[in-house]
């Protein structure tokens, strides 16, 4: 924490990121929730709050699919920097300014993070011909992370750029999606109501 992004990029969840976890599943299991396809980011933190997802929902054994393309925006220069020496007001400012194509030191910019991210999501699910030639209903959960999330909304919503880093996603938050012939619907976002706490509205929680 403080940090703008980890010193160990690949860091593996707190305490508090396993307990959230079981928290949301507990929740999903509480809802009466089966889902048909579950994705992760290959990153140890994500395979890890999928995992205690499914130790919530009281189906540890549950499988999953890990996919590379939906890991968290990475900027090299960044790590283990604290938040306030990356993001100074000028930076901030600049990042406005430049919306999704603002890249920082080493790193790749939300636009090159939302290509590869939306490139699964059609691939994988929208435009899949084995599902457009048979189409039926399924529930879909995406483990991801705050940034790769908000590029994700980001091509889904179409709002102005300037916005995407004013999204809050929050730690096992639920951010609900319907997609059929008529295009997208926004159903919520950042929902966190089963962590009984306000949102931060902040970047991911790093360590």
């Not at 709002?159 to 004013?166: A, E, M, N, S, T």
């Amino acid at each position: 924490p403080g940090l703008a992004a980890g010193i160990n990029f690949d860091a593996p969840l707190t305490k508090l990121g396993h307990q959230q976890a079981k928290s949301l599943g507990e929740r999903f299991k509480n809802e009466k929730m089966v889902f048909d396809k579950v994705f992760s980011s290959t990153l140890t933190r994500a395979i890890q709050t999928t995992e205690n997802i499914f130790m919530g929902m009281d189906n540890p054994n549950n499988s999953f699919q890990k996919v590379p393309e939906i890991i968290e925006q990475q900027i090299p220069g960044w790590r283990g920097v604290p938040t306030e020496e990356a993001y100074t007001n000028d930076i901030m400012t600049y990042i406005m300014e430049k919306g999704k194509d603002f890249v920082g030191p080493d790193g790749e910019s939300i636009r090159e993070v939302q290509k590869r991210a939306t490139n699964w999501l059609e691939d994988e699910l929208i435009y899949n011909r084995k599902l457009c030639s048979n189409p039926k209903s399924l529930k879909v959960a995406i483990i991801g992370h705050g940034n790769t999330m908000r590029s994700i909304f980001h091509y889904i919503m179409g709002f102005d750029q300037r916005l995407i880093y004013k999204i809050g996603v929050d730690n096992t938050s639920i951010s609900r999606f319907i997609f059929n012939s008529k295009g997208w619907s926004v159903v919520c976002l950042n929902d966190n109501s089963h962590l009984r706490t306000g949102s931060s509205g902040t970047f991911e929680a790093r360590s």
